[in-house]
């Protein structure tokens, strides 16, 4: 990941707790979670077990506030996971 001079957001489901390489090389280059909760959005039967979708800002960003949403239905739950961090 290169150096940018413009504030940049990566968004996503990266299938990557925060220890795996893809998350620990963005952040390793600079970029920091918005979510200082670490959010559990990767699910297994509607049961949220660990955090695998990222919210990552680069030094440019002051993040004041943050959280997750999560639609929710009774009786149906997401393929594997929720909703981004976003708000």
């Given at each position: 990941v290169g150096e940018s001079k413009l504030p940049t957001v990566i968004v996503g489901?990266?299938?990557?707790?925060?220890?795996?390489?893809?998350?620990?090389?963005?952040?390793?280059?600079?970029?920091?979670?918005?979510d200082q909760r670490g959010a559990l959005t990767y699910q297994v039967g509607g049961k949220?077990?660990?955090?695998?979708?990222?919210f990552l800002v680069s030094s440019s960003w002051d993040v004041l506030a943050g959280k997750l949403i999560r639609p929710v239905t009774p009786g149906v739950h997401p393929s594997d996971d929720s909703s981004p961090p976003l708000d």
């Open positions: 489901d990266l299938n990557s707790p925060p220890s795996w390489s893809p998350v620990r090389i963005l952040r390793e280059s600079g970029f920091r979670s918005a949220a077990i660990r955090c695998m979708d990222h």
